[in-house]
């Protein structure tokens, strides 16, 4: 079986104010307890930017996790639902070894006057995949999904 962590949430927002905090990830570090800063360029996020996550567990310590930016979708209308999408690529020489490799992908739908829904998901494969703090991950994605819940309904 494939280690996943998911989450799912609710957030009273339109789709466009939680995109903008989403993608300033320079700000994580102001509302952020799973992610609390990002080594990004001075610069809107662009496709194939290099990004360095500092991740901090709920229990103490942490890390910092090279990433690759690899999708960037705006807020767009397809058949009156909004949706977008921001995906990044665990990267450096662990997934190059293919020890472990994930992409973590969040994304946002809004139907028509509805909450924006926020989801995030990342599957982790690789020879060293199952070793990796699954339940600190879902722990983080859970405290990273509330934070930006709060976060989004408070900029209105």
Partial sequence: ????????????????RVW???VDVRAYRDWNPFIVAVDAPARPLAVGDDLTLHVKW????????????????????????WRAALAYRFSGWI???R?????RVQTLTQSASGPTVYHSE?????LAARWVPLA???DGFERQ??????????LG
């Fill in 95 to 97: 997934p190059r070894l």
């Fill in 122 to 126: 990342e599957a982790f494969h690789g």
């Fill in 136 to 138: 600190r991950v879902k």
């Fill in 99 to 103: 020890l472990v490799r994930a992409t």
């Fill in 58 to 81: 709920a229990t103490g310590g942490g890390f910092s996790s090279p990433e690759r930016v690899v999708q960037l979708d705006p807020p767009r209308e397809v058949d009156g639902v």
């Fill in 145 to 154: 999904a509330a934070a930006m819940k709060r976060h989004a309904e408070a």
């Fill in 1 to 16: 079986m494939t280690p996943r962590a998911e989450v799912e949430r609710e957030i009273d927002a339109p789709i466009d």
């Fill in 20 to 22: 903008s905090a989403l």
